[in-house]
């Protein structure tokens, strides 16, 4: 029940992808890293994989994705 999903060798690159696809998007969409989130489809989706601050949430918000 309390068991890490996290493969111990997934890369952060692969958790987007899986991500991205169980969100109804393809591996074509454009995928772009700003600071400690990821960008998919010029801003639709953003995916925040790493330890996150207010700042990065802030930033988050600010660019009013669509999930």
Same mark, same amino acid.
């Given at each position: 029940? =309390?068991?890490?999903?996290?493969?111990?060798?997934? +890369?952060?690159? #692969?958790?987007? =992808?899986?991500?991205?696809? !169980?969100?109804?998007?393809t591996? +074509?969409?454009?995928?772009? !890293?700003?600071? #400690? =989130?990821? /960008? @998919? !489809?010029?801003?639709?989706?953003? %995916?925040? %994989?790493?330890? %996150? #601050?207010?700042? +990065?949430?802030? #930033? %988050? @918000? /600010?660019?009013?994705?669509?999930?």
């Amino acid at each position: 029940m =309390f068991t890490n999903p996290v493969l111990e060798d997934s +890369t952060q690159d #692969n958790m987007v =992808f899986e991500l991205m696809l !169980k969100a109804g998007y393809t591996l +074509t969409d454009k995928v772009e !890293k700003t600071g #400690n =989130f990821y /960008s @998919i !489809k010029n801003g639709e989706l953003l %995916i925040a %994989i790493e330890d %996150i #601050n207010q700042a +990065t949430v802030d #930033n %988050i @918000i /600010s660019l009013r994705p669509k999930r």
